[in-house]
């Protein structure tokens, strides 16, 4: 004799205005909210609440944050050099005691902020397409 499994439902969640306006509010009031957060404070599966940013044409922006160069770095630069390289001819540092980073931003108490900071920002193909033409 075989057993009969129940074969899963590919039926989708069904979702109430009610509660997909809630979930845009809160989204709206604490962008930096991540979605699992929204799920779990909507009562909704983590994988629903993505259908309905991605509906809504929400995307994650992840922040980045940038170094501007300004016009006495190239002389930052050279005058670094300038003190640097005597040291190391004459053997009083080596190239291991200096630390090179990725120039991450970093918080007091060490957490990278460029790792943790993430938005969900309206996803404008108009602009997309200006920027992209513009490059």
Not at 31 to 41: E, F, H, V, W
Not at 67 to 85: A, H
Not at 96 to 125: C, G, P
Request: charged share 30%.
């Amino acid at each position: 004799m075989g057993h009969v499994r129940k074969v899963p439902s590919k039926r989708q969640a069904v979702v109430d205005d009610d509660t997909k306006l809630n979930l845009l509010l809160a989204l709206e009031e604490n962008p930096i909210t991540p979605a699992r957060q929204l799920a779990r404070d909507s009562n909704l599966n983590h994988k629903t609440v993505l259908k309905i940013l991605k509906y809504e044409k929400k995307r994650p922006y992840k922040m980045q944050a940038v170094q501007e160069l300004l016009e006495d770095d190239p002389d930052r630069r050279v005058e670094f050099c300038d003190l640097l390289m005597p040291c190391i001819d004459q053997n009083q540092l080596t190239l291991e005691w200096i630390v090179f980073s990725n120039e991450a931003t970093f918080t007091l108490n060490w957490h990278s902020l460029k790792d943790t900071i993430q938005k969900w920002k309206q996803l404008d193909v108009r602009q997309l397409s200006q920027k992209l033409e513009a490059s």
